[in-house]
């Protein structure tokens, strides 16, 4: 990646975010015509303004780049410079994004012993944005849980194991998904002990 100042590159002076839970969206104006303009080198900057280049692109007609994995509720800010003719254009803007808390789990959930099976029953999330559930398991005591099964639909507040052992423990875990993707931290556990 070129570190070189190449000060006839045009500065990005325009950059805008939007953000989620967990990523942030840039987006700049078009550099289409700026035939000196290979592509663009994106920056994330700590509060001391020290950077890290998070991500390049190789391409002049982009416009957009998706920060992915970050925390929740935390603020992020950003720089983009063109690339072109083995350098880096000047600083341009520096762009500031939140990411929004993570949305809550479940608030009750419950677990009851059937022949053969579990039957967990909870609170349907009230946030419109939820689309489904997924549930977790893991043996009584353990912290290793597991995918057993995805739920679709806001209101689906029932969910019965089959694939338990008669006899034994369970401890479970649900967690909260939305429309867009966005997944809760999983709910307090549920045990079929209590």
Known sequence: MPSALNSELPAVTNLKTMASSDEV????????????VQGFAIYRLDMAGNREQIGSIGNRYATHFVDTGLESGQTYRYMVKTIGNGGVSNDGTIATANTTK????????????????????WRPHPDMRVNGYIIER???????FSTVAKLDGRLNAEYIDNSVRSGAAYDYRIIVRTIT?????????ISTLE
């Open 25 to 36: 969206g840039l987006e700049w104006s078009s550099f289409a015509d700026a035939e000196n």
């Open 181 to 189: 993707g966005e997944k809760s931290a999983p709910s307090d556990k």
């Open 138 to 144: 893991a043996n009584a005591g353990s912290s290793s």
């Open 102 to 121: 993570q949305i809550s789990s479940i608030s009750f959930a419950k677990a009851m012993t059937l022949p053969s099976a579990v039957k967990l029953i």
